[in-house]
Protein backbone atom coordinates (compact mmCIF):
# COMPACT_ATOMS: atom_id res chain seq x y z
CA UNK A 1 0.00 0.00 0.00
CA UNK A 2 1.28 3.39 -0.95
CA UNK A 3 2.02 5.50 1.97
CA UNK A 4 -0.59 8.50 2.72
CA UNK A 5 0.24 11.00 0.45
CA UNK A 6 1.80 9.59 -2.38
CA UNK A 7 -0.66 7.47 -3.61
CA UNK A 8 -1.42 7.74 -7.77
CA UNK A 9 -5.03 9.53 -7.89
CA UNK A 10 -5.57 7.98 -11.54
CA UNK A 11 -5.39 4.73 -10.23
CA UNK A 12 -2.75 3.06 -12.63
CA UNK A 13 -0.83 2.07 -10.04
CA UNK A 14 2.69 4.50 -9.95
CA UNK A 15 2.48 5.29 -5.98
CA UNK A 16 5.41 7.49 -5.30
CA UNK A 17 6.85 6.39 -1.35
CA UNK A 18 9.23 8.96 0.78
CA UNK A 19 13.16 8.21 1.21
CA UNK A 20 15.92 9.98 3.21
CA UNK A 21 13.14 12.04 5.61
CA UNK A 22 10.79 13.19 2.97
CA UNK A 23 7.76 14.90 4.45
CA UNK A 24 4.34 16.35 3.45
CA UNK A 25 3.64 19.50 4.91
CA UNK A 26 0.58 22.03 5.18
CA UNK A 27 1.03 24.83 2.73
CA UNK A 28 -2.30 26.63 1.76
CA UNK A 29 -0.55 28.87 -0.95
CA UNK A 30 -2.19 29.02 -4.40
CA UNK A 31 -5.57 27.27 -3.38
CA UNK A 32 -3.54 24.36 -1.95
CA UNK A 33 -3.58 22.35 0.94
CA UNK A 34 -0.63 20.52 1.43
CA UNK A 35 3.08 19.72 -0.41
CA UNK A 36 5.69 17.43 -0.47
CA UNK A 37 8.79 19.13 0.98
CA UNK A 38 12.36 18.71 0.10
CA UNK A 39 15.68 19.75 1.88
CA UNK A 40 17.98 19.69 -1.16
CA UNK A 41 20.31 17.18 -0.23
CA UNK A 42 18.80 14.03 -0.65
CA UNK A 43 14.95 13.70 -0.18
CA UNK A 44 13.15 11.87 -2.42
CA UNK A 45 9.63 10.64 -3.21
CA UNK A 46 10.14 7.64 -5.72
CA UNK A 47 8.81 4.57 -6.57
CA UNK A 48 9.37 1.58 -10.08
CA UNK A 49 10.07 2.97 -13.29
CA UNK A 50 6.94 4.44 -15.55
CA UNK A 51 7.44 2.20 -18.99
CA UNK A 52 4.21 4.15 -20.28
CA UNK A 53 6.61 6.64 -21.38
CA UNK A 54 8.72 4.53 -23.74
CA UNK A 55 8.63 4.61 -27.64
CA UNK A 56 6.31 7.57 -27.40
CA UNK A 57 6.02 10.75 -30.22
CA UNK A 58 4.18 12.75 -27.35
CA UNK A 59 4.29 13.51 -23.41
CA UNK A 60 3.60 16.56 -21.03
CA UNK A 61 4.56 16.69 -17.56
CA UNK A 62 3.13 19.05 -15.25
CA UNK A 63 3.73 20.28 -11.60
CA UNK A 64 3.23 23.16 -8.83
CA UNK A 65 7.10 24.27 -7.37
CA UNK A 66 8.20 26.36 -4.62
CA UNK A 67 11.85 26.77 -4.53
CA UNK A 68 14.39 28.11 -1.93
CA UNK A 69 16.28 30.39 -3.98
CA UNK A 70 19.29 27.72 -4.19
CA UNK A 71 21.57 27.33 -6.99
CA UNK A 72 22.38 23.75 -9.40
CA UNK A 73 19.84 21.66 -11.27
CA UNK A 74 16.87 20.13 -9.39
CA UNK A 75 14.85 17.94 -10.39
CA UNK A 76 10.97 18.34 -10.06
CA UNK A 77 9.76 15.28 -11.74
CA UNK A 78 11.69 12.24 -13.26
CA UNK A 79 12.13 9.04 -14.93
CA UNK A 80 15.61 8.58 -15.14
CA UNK A 81 18.64 7.39 -12.94
CA UNK A 82 21.40 9.25 -14.54
CA UNK A 83 23.45 6.13 -16.25
CA UNK A 84 19.47 5.23 -18.17
CA UNK A 85 16.28 7.00 -18.31
CA UNK A 86 13.83 9.15 -20.67
CA UNK A 87 13.01 12.87 -19.19
CA UNK A 88 13.94 14.93 -16.73
CA UNK A 89 11.90 18.11 -15.63
CA UNK A 90 14.21 20.30 -13.53
CA UNK A 91 14.62 23.71 -12.71
CA UNK A 92 18.54 25.19 -12.56
CA UNK A 93 18.44 28.47 -10.44
CA UNK A 94 16.11 30.37 -11.79
CA UNK A 95 15.97 28.09 -15.16
CA UNK A 96 13.48 25.89 -16.14
CA UNK A 97 14.54 23.07 -18.19
CA UNK A 98 13.34 19.71 -19.65
CA UNK A 99 15.69 16.97 -21.25
CA UNK A 100 14.96 13.61 -23.03
CA UNK A 101 17.68 11.64 -23.64
CA UNK A 102 18.75 7.88 -22.35
CA UNK A 103 22.04 9.07 -20.01
CA UNK A 104 22.16 12.26 -18.23
CA UNK A 105 24.45 13.95 -20.27
CA UNK A 106 26.69 14.45 -16.97
CA UNK A 107 27.19 10.64 -17.31
CA UNK A 108 27.62 10.26 -21.70
CA UNK A 109 26.92 12.03 -24.59
CA UNK A 110 27.03 9.31 -26.98
CA UNK A 111 23.23 8.53 -27.27
CA UNK A 112 20.47 11.35 -29.37
CA UNK A 113 18.79 13.07 -27.04
CA UNK A 114 17.73 16.86 -26.95
CA UNK A 115 17.01 19.85 -24.09
CA UNK A 116 15.05 22.99 -23.83
CA UNK A 117 16.30 25.16 -20.87
CA UNK A 118 15.05 28.83 -20.50
CA UNK A 119 16.55 31.06 -18.42
CA UNK A 120 15.38 34.12 -15.89
CA UNK A 121 11.72 32.53 -15.73
CA UNK A 122 11.82 31.32 -11.73
CA UNK A 123 12.83 34.57 -10.45
CA UNK A 124 11.95 34.42 -6.97
CA UNK A 125 12.05 32.13 -3.89
CA UNK A 126 9.39 31.16 -1.97
CA UNK A 127 7.00 31.55 -4.56
CA UNK A 128 4.40 29.30 -6.31
CA UNK A 129 4.87 29.14 -9.68
CA UNK A 130 2.95 26.55 -12.82
CA UNK A 131 5.50 24.45 -14.51
CA UNK A 132 4.65 22.40 -17.54
CA UNK A 133 7.21 21.06 -20.54
CA UNK A 134 5.61 18.98 -24.05
CA UNK A 135 7.64 16.54 -26.11
CA UNK A 136 6.09 16.01 -29.71
CA UNK A 137 8.17 14.21 -32.10
CA UNK A 138 5.92 14.71 -34.78
CA UNK A 139 7.49 18.45 -35.14
CA UNK A 140 10.52 20.14 -36.35
CA UNK A 141 13.54 19.74 -34.32
CA UNK A 142 13.31 23.03 -32.74
CA UNK A 143 10.21 23.04 -32.24
CA UNK A 144 9.36 19.53 -30.08
CA UNK A 145 10.12 20.54 -26.64
CA UNK A 146 8.16 23.26 -24.93
CA UNK A 147 8.27 24.99 -21.84
CA UNK A 148 5.36 26.97 -19.86
CA UNK A 149 4.97 28.58 -16.84
CA UNK A 150 1.81 29.85 -15.34
CA UNK A 151 0.27 29.46 -18.52
CA UNK A 152 2.58 31.43 -20.28
CA UNK A 153 4.83 30.06 -23.02
CA UNK A 154 8.51 30.67 -22.54
CA UNK A 155 10.60 30.43 -25.72
CA UNK A 156 14.91 29.17 -25.72
CA UNK A 157 16.68 27.10 -28.08
CA UNK A 158 16.57 23.52 -28.11
CA UNK A 159 19.78 21.60 -28.10
CA UNK A 160 19.43 18.32 -30.78
CA UNK A 161 22.27 15.83 -29.59
CA UNK A 162 23.43 13.05 -31.80
CA UNK A 163 20.49 13.95 -34.76
CA UNK A 164 17.46 14.38 -31.89
CA UNK A 165 14.82 12.25 -31.00
CA UNK A 166 10.78 11.91 -32.65
CA UNK A 167 9.79 9.72 -29.80
CA UNK A 168 10.67 9.24 -25.94
CA UNK A 169 13.42 6.93 -25.55
CA UNK A 170 12.81 3.56 -23.41
CA UNK A 171 14.12 3.77 -19.88
CA UNK A 172 15.85 0.88 -19.88
CA UNK A 173 17.60 -1.58 -22.80
CA UNK A 174 18.79 -4.03 -19.99
CA UNK A 175 18.00 -4.87 -16.59
CA UNK A 176 15.83 -2.95 -14.66
CA UNK A 177 13.99 0.33 -15.34
CA UNK A 178 14.91 3.21 -13.66
CA UNK A 179 12.64 4.79 -11.20
CA UNK A 180 10.39 7.48 -11.26
CA UNK A 181 11.31 10.44 -8.98
CA UNK A 182 9.73 13.75 -7.78
CA UNK A 183 12.07 16.00 -6.15
CA UNK A 184 15.52 14.04 -6.94
CA UNK A 185 16.97 11.50 -9.19
CA UNK A 186 17.45 7.95 -7.97
CA UNK A 187 20.77 7.22 -9.68
CA UNK A 188 20.79 3.27 -10.75
CA UNK A 189 24.04 1.33 -12.49
CA UNK A 190 23.38 -0.05 -16.27
CA UNK A 191 21.40 -2.94 -14.54
CA UNK A 192 19.40 -0.74 -12.53
CA UNK A 193 21.03 -1.65 -9.12
CA UNK A 194 20.44 1.76 -6.72
CA UNK A 195 23.28 3.14 -6.25
CA UNK A 196 22.24 5.05 -2.82
CA UNK A 197 23.13 8.63 -4.22
CA UNK A 198 20.31 11.29 -4.85
CA UNK A 199 21.31 13.58 -7.92
CA UNK A 200 19.84 17.02 -8.86
CA UNK A 201 18.28 16.71 -5.48
CA UNK A 202 15.09 19.99 -4.99
CA UNK A 203 15.27 23.00 -2.36
CA UNK A 204 11.93 23.51 -1.32
CA UNK A 205 8.59 22.83 -2.33
CA UNK A 206 6.74 20.15 -5.10
CA UNK A 207 3.01 19.47 -5.16
CA UNK A 208 0.53 18.23 -7.66
CA UNK A 209 2.81 16.30 -9.99
CA UNK A 210 1.34 15.30 -13.48
CA UNK A 211 2.53 13.45 -16.70
CA UNK A 212 1.33 11.94 -19.68
CA UNK A 213 2.64 9.60 -22.19
CA UNK A 214 1.39 9.94 -25.61
CA UNK A 215 -0.52 13.62 -25.17
CA UNK A 216 0.49 17.15 -25.55
CA UNK A 217 -1.47 19.55 -23.45
CA UNK A 218 -3.58 21.86 -25.30
CA UNK A 219 -4.15 25.78 -24.57
CA UNK A 220 -7.12 24.97 -22.37
CA UNK A 221 -5.30 22.18 -20.45
CA UNK A 222 -2.95 24.36 -19.60
CA UNK A 223 -4.77 27.06 -18.06
CA UNK A 224 -7.05 24.99 -16.24
CA UNK A 225 -3.78 23.39 -14.68
CA UNK A 226 -2.43 26.44 -13.88
CA UNK A 227 -5.72 27.58 -11.94
CA UNK A 228 -4.84 26.27 -8.53
CA UNK A 229 -2.75 23.99 -6.88
CA UNK A 230 -4.44 20.41 -6.99
CA UNK A 231 -7.47 21.49 -9.02
CA UNK A 232 -9.89 18.80 -10.05
CA UNK A 233 -12.22 17.86 -12.95
CA UNK A 234 -11.32 19.40 -16.48
CA UNK A 235 -11.59 21.73 -19.52
CA UNK A 236 -14.98 20.69 -21.49
CA UNK A 237 -11.92 19.35 -24.08
CA UNK A 238 -9.89 17.38 -20.97
CA UNK A 239 -9.97 13.84 -22.79
CA UNK A 240 -6.70 12.50 -20.66
CA UNK A 241 -8.72 12.65 -17.51
CA UNK A 242 -12.23 11.16 -18.67
CA UNK A 243 -11.18 9.11 -21.15
CA UNK A 244 -7.73 7.80 -21.52
CA UNK A 245 -7.55 4.96 -18.32
CA UNK A 246 -3.99 3.93 -19.20
CA UNK A 247 -2.85 7.48 -19.15
CA UNK A 248 -0.69 8.41 -15.64
CA UNK A 249 -2.08 11.97 -14.10
CA UNK A 250 0.16 12.69 -11.63
CA UNK A 251 0.70 12.03 -7.58
CA UNK A 252 -1.61 13.28 -5.14
CA UNK A 253 -0.97 14.06 -1.53
Not at 121 to 138: E, N, Q
Request: glycine share 12%; proline share 6%.
Amino acid sequence: EAYAGGIDLTNNAHPIYPQNGATIVADSGSGGSYAYSFDGVDDVWSDASNTSFDNNSEMSISAWIKHDGTSGKQMIFCNHGYAKGNFQFYRDGDSLGFYLGYYDRAYSTAEPGMMLEVASVLPTSSTWYHVAATFDGTLAPGSRLKLFVDDVAKTGTTQVYNGGLTSVPQASVSGIWPPQGVGGLVEVSLYGTPSGTIRHPFDGLVDDARAWPNYVLTADDLTWLASARGVAGGPADWLPYFAQPQTFIGIGR
